[in-house]
């Protein structure tokens, strides 16, 4: 329901996100102007190896206003710290995202990221026989409940006429399932990240599918509502938020200086991370919540009801927050007259 508070904080959003548009051209020609962000402290939630070092091979970390980072390894984590105070921006999956609708936690989504869904993979045994999705019938998968490798397995048990009880599904950490895949107690993985590739590097596992075609490749950002409500927090947040959008588009073009941050941080070898980057599904991108987002991430949560893993239908639409679309579609557009 609106309410004239509503309306007056829209207003006040609105007022700011325009004054942060115009500022962030004028910071571009070299003006100033725009609001006073020195007093506001961002707590953020950052994967190692993401965020942090991004914004600084992209020389976007020196900020109008400070960040307290927070290393949170885990999207279920992320989404806590939003609902304790503890966190102003977050990311993730859709699947922590489903999990916090369903728990009505406080918090927003209010962007997406757009990342490589080919590090989202099932692979068979390197001597296994199994040569598509279909030969799993009876098989040993190891997979991580409730997460992106849940979602995709169920969806590609589906396409082949099967179902989780079909298979001996086995629920393993990302560290576990390596463990058990490398020797021998798996016949398949479903997994997603560096896992999946350093099974197939070192473990000669055989790519059956990746998440492409199963996988929206939207990932949410996750914000505490008291930072999207107030004002200069809103304006901070926005500014951020186009630091990322920056970020992403320098490293899609200058992807060895992200990597060599990447590797200070991971200690991963370079190679690797280099050679995912060249067999990425897309470029790296951050966009607004059009339409579809909450349309997609909807199915996301009614699939895991029918699997069992939610109690009861979880409504993700009205945690969706649209209010700094505008911010978002200014900054993308600056980056397409610049490129």
Known sequence: MTTPFSLARRSALGVLAGSLIASTSRAESGAGGGPDLGGVTLRV???????????????????????????LNNGVLHIEALNGDALDIGSGSE?????????????????????????????????????????LKGKRVGYVRATTAHYFLAKQLEEAGLSFGDIEAINLTPS?????????KLD????????????????????LKTGVGYLSGNFPIYANPKAVDDPLRHAAVADFLLRIQRAYAFANKNFPLYAAAQVAE?????????DQFARRSDDFSLAGVTPDVPETHQKVADTFLKLGVLDARAEVGQFWD????????????????SS
């Open 188 to 207: 398949a993985w479903a997994i997603y990240g560096y896992n999946g590739q350093l099974a197939i590097a070192k473990q000669g596992a055989r790519l």
């Open 176 to 184: 576990d399932g390596y463990s058990a895949f490398a020797s021998g």
């Open 95 to 135: 699947i922590p995202a489903m999990f916090a609708a369903r728990q009505k936690a406080k918090v927003r989504f209010i962007a997406v990221t757009h990342e490589d869904l080919n590090i989202q993979v099932t692979v068979a045994a390197r001597d296994a026989p199994i040569h598509s999705i279909a030969d």
């Open 45 to 71: 939630a950052y994967y190692k190896g993401g965020w942090r070092p991004l914004l600084q091979a992209a020389g976007e970390d020196k900020t109008p206003y400070k960040i307290e980072w927070k290393e």
């Open 322 to 337: 649209t209010s700094f679309n505008e911010v978002i579609a200014a900054g993308a557009a600056r980056l397409a007259r």
């Open 266 to 274: 991971t200690h991963l070898p370079l190679q690797d991370i280099l």
